[in-house]
């Protein structure tokens, strides 16, 4: 049996989003882990639940459940966007097999404001308190920024799987100089495991430019950039042979590791 996964999602969604990683990682004999994050699962009230959630929170409720589990081997982390850099953060706890970070959100220190990046949140941050309030894109903001190279026949149904994101997350990682409480920082130095980093060449969100500079950080990484696909690798067309790359670069890992446990 290989490793578990742990996959932790972004930025308006929740564990069900990984299903289509799920579907291909589970033949593959991975028993995989996708929790919700706090006030992520659908719910009437959901927005004002959600709206002042902080990456500590995220963080904390990762770490508890993650022990809840008693792996008996190190898990495998794979974060998308927003889960991305609460997977860094995990890494410094818990060390991991290995550490994979789909078009990942940049820790303290990297300014994630680039011109598209701001179109995406400009209706948001342009609200009065916006750090207190709850957040989801419109369709068409979804559809420019966010599903950019998925099939336009299956935009609505992602959209309407999507839920409202934390005000107060979403400040602490986009104005991160006036975050005292440091919620998105990252010690580089304690992530020991090796580390797999995907930008694409068409991603409004986290831009590959940004990207490059959170793969900068660690010592052991491999990049792969895909010049023409979007922020939505996690279910788009080249998913598929994006994780089949993963888990071949997984293998030597996997294998090394049993033979120094034996």
Request: hydrophobic content about 40%.
């Amino acid at each position: 049996m290989s490793h578990p996964v742990v996959l932790v999602h972004g930025m308006w969604c929740t564990g069900a989003s990984w299903k289509r990683v799920v579907d291909i990682l589970a033949p593959r004999g991975y028993s995989c882990f996708a929790p919700s994050l706090p006030a992520h699962d659908d719910a009437t009230d959901q927005p004002l639940q959600v709206r002042r959630k902080s990456l500590r929170d995220y963080l904390q409720f990762l770490e508890e459940a993650i022990a809840a589990r008693h792996f008996d081997k190190p898990p495998i982390l794979i974060g998308h966007s927003m889960g991305g850099l609460l997977a860094q953060q995990l890494a410094t706890r818990i060390d991991p097999l290995a550490l994979v970070l789909l078009t990942p959100a940049p820790p303290r220190g990297i300014n994630p404001l680039t011109p598209s990046v701001v179109g995406a949140f400009a209706p948001w941050m342009f609200s009065g308190l916006f750090w207190r309030n709850p957040h989801k894109p419109s369709f068409a903001h979804a559809q420019r920024y966010a599903f950019n190279n998925v099939p336009v026949d299956r935009h609505r149904a992602l959209y309407e799987s999507m839920v409202h994101e934390s005000g107060c997350a979403s400040f602490e990682i986009g104005m991160w100089p006036l975050d005292f409480s440091r919620a998105s920082a990252v010690e580089a130095a304690k992530v020991r495991c090796p580390v797999y980093v995907v930008s694409c060449g068409k991603d409004r969100l986290t831009p590959a430019s940004v990207v490059r500079k959170v793969a900068k950080r660690y010592a052991h990484v491999t990049q792969r950039h895909y010049a023409e696909r979007g922020h939505w690798v996690i279910d788009d067309e080249e998913t598929e042979e994006m994780m089949h790359a993963i888990c071949g670069w997984l293998r030597p890992l996997e294998h090394r590791h049993e033979r120094t446990a034996r």
